[in-house]
């Protein structure tokens, strides 16, 4: 009776954390195919009695969603595969290639995930709206370095250096699975004579694919709903992230509930990519999860 009773409110609790979790994408999904009466009818509560795909068709329009969703798309990919490869090269010599000052640079790479993005927002405009080499470009140009500003280049810099967004937690991450690696694989590799790089993809990336999986959602998420960098140094590029909070405002419906069911319509869409995303790899992002070193 007693494991009965423990099935019921177990059942109980996780139905309702689920449904608190889900309301709101079930709130925004009901409103998205309703007609305008059904918002002003008390008896419509989830389901719509005027079923209608006008309020995607404004939403796309306000949004500009074809050139935006490509844009998106565009920048979030770019830069999880250049941070997926710069964070393991980073990790792998933090986990693998002992020298002197390794313990501080690797603190030093984990404190940046505490570092407030904002407290940086000055010297990074500033940083690409005059881009400069060690001053070599100004040296032989005369100028005051490149203007990178509106255009993919800082986004590519940033995460080919290791300093894309959460880049500390990747390294993080990618350093305690190759920590967890047999030594052995990586001596016998040494002993067939391949080098560092080669042991690197050869051994290291083959075995760390959980890890990849996770740091690649991650980032990809993580840039995918990134309002702050790109609303920093895009400004004629539109991005989804960015066109979203203006919607109420580009909205040329006067009617302000009509404008709120476009706005909750244009969320819909915004998040409807990475619901997809997640509805086919949530079997392997679990199990990165769980062969990683984020609980050991």
Known sequence: MQHWAWILV??????????????????????SFKARADMLDPTVLWIPKHFTLDNFRFAAETLNYA???????FISLLTTVLQVISCSLAAFGFARLRF???????ALAVFTIVVPSQTLMIPTYLNYRFFDIAGLIGLFTGTNGVNLLDSYWPFILQSATGMGIKSGLFIFIFRQFFRGIPKELEEAAYIDGCGVFQTFYRIMLPNAVPAIITVFLFSFVWMWNDNYYVSLLLTRIKVLSTMLPTMWTATQFEDGLYAYMIKNTGELLFIA????????????????IERTGLVG
Do not use: H, W
């Not at 002197?100 to 690797?106: M, R, V, W």
């Open 67 to 73: 050139d935006t969703f490509v844009n998106s798309l």
């Open 273 to 288: 990519p990475i619901i997809i995303l997640y509805m086919f790899v949530q079997r392997y992002f679990v199990e990165s």
């Open 10 to 31: 177990r059942a109980t609790l996780v139905t309702g954390l689920c449904f608190v979790i889900l309301y709101p994408l079930f709130f925004k999904i009901s409103i």
């Open 100 to 106: 002197k000052g390794s313990g501080i640079l690797f």
